[in-house]
T-cell receptor, first 113, second 110 residues
Framework: DAGITQSPRHKVTETGTPVTLRCHQT?????MYWYRQDPGHGLRLIHY???????DKGEVSDGYSVSRSKTEDFLLTLESATSSQTSVYFC????????????FGSGTRLTVV | SQQGEEDPQALSIQEGENATMNCSYK?????LQWYRQNSGRGLVHLIL?????REKHSGRLRVTLDTSKKSSSLLITASRAADTASYFC??????????FGAGTTVTVRA
C-alpha cells in the first residue's frame, strides 16, 4: 500500500533462528503497529509504537521484540522462531492511534519449519 | 482477547443483493471501524463511526452503531463480485490501539 512497505514479503526460516521483519513508512505517522493474522483468530496485536523509542506490548507479545529508532522504521524480531509463530504479519500505521483509520502494509508470510 | 466478534462467519449472496454483517463488542468504545481484506492482501479501512454517532454512509456502505447493545452492523447494498472479501470490525477503547474481530467472509456469486 502507498506509504507503507513491509519486507520481506515471504520468508521460510528454521526453528530456533532469529528473524527480523521490517516495516517502513513514508507518511510520518506517529503510531505503528505489528499484528499477526491466523485462521479463526483475526488480527492480534503483538507490539505497537507511539513514537521513536516508545513501544508497548500487545496481547500476544511473548517471543517477540520490537525497535523503533527512526519515525519511519518499526522492526519486529522473533528472538528464537518457533512453529507457533508461523503466521502472516501485518504492519499498520496511524497518525492518531485508534482515533483514526489504520493504513496496512501488504503483509509478510512467515513459515517456521 | 478480541474485543469484537463478527456474525456470521461466512456469507454467500447473489450479485445485486444486499449483504449484512454484525459486530458485537464487550467494553465501552471511542469508535468502531470496518475494514475489508481481499485474499492475500492487507486490510483496507472502509469507515469509522464514533460512539456518539448512530449511522454513517459511504457510497454503498451503511454502518450503524448501537452502544446500548454494544453492537454494529455493516450493510453493503447492490453487491458486486468485487465485494468478495473478508470484512473485519475493529474497536478503539481510547487506548491508542484497535482490537479486531475474526471477520466475516463474504462471497458474491455472479
Amino acid at each position: 500500500d502507498a506509504g507503507i512497505t513491509q519486507s520481506p514479503r515471504h520468508k521460510v526460516t528454521e526453528t530456533g533462528t532469529p528473524v527480523t521483519l521490517r516495516c517502513h513508512q513514508t507518511e510520518n505517522h506517529r503510531y505503528m503497529y505489528w499484528y499477526r493474522q491466523d485462521p479463526g483468530h483475526g488480527l492480534r496485536l503483538i507490539h505497537y509504537s507511539y513514537g521513536v523509542k516508545d513501544t508497548d506490548k500487545g496481547e500476544v507479545s511473548d517471543g517477540y521484540s520490537v525497535s523503533r529508532s527512526k519515525t519511519e522504521d518499526f522492526l519486529l524480531t522473533l528472538e528464537s522462531a518457533t512453529s507457533s509463530q508461523t503466521s502472516v504479519y501485518f504492519c499498520a500505521i496511524s497518525p492518531e492511534g485508534g482515533n483514526y483509520g489504520y493504513t496496512f502494509g501488504s503483509g509478510t508470510r512467515l513459515t517456521v519449519v | 482477547s478480541q474485543q469484537g466478534e463478527e456474525d456470521p462467519q461466512a456469507l454467500s449472496i447473489q450479485e445485486g443483493e444486499n449483504a449484512t454483517m454484525n459486530c458485537s463488542y464487550k467494553t465501552s468504545i471511542n469508535n468502531l471501524q470496518w475494514y475489508r481484506q481481499n485474499s492475500g492482501r492487507g486490510l483496507v479501512h472502509l469507515i469509522l463511526i464514533r460512539s456518539n454517532e448512530r449511522e454513517k454512509h459511504s457510497g454503498r456502505l451503511r454502518v450503524t452503531l448501537d452502544t446500548s447493545k454494544k453492537s454494529s452492523s455493516l450493510l453493503i447494498t447492490a453487491s458486486r463480485a468485487a465485494d468478495t472479501a473478508s470484512y473485519f470490525c475493529a474497536t478503539d477503547a481510547n487506548d491508542y490501539k484497535l482490537s479486531f474481530g475474526a471477520g466475516t467472509t463474504v462471497t458474491v456469486r455472479a
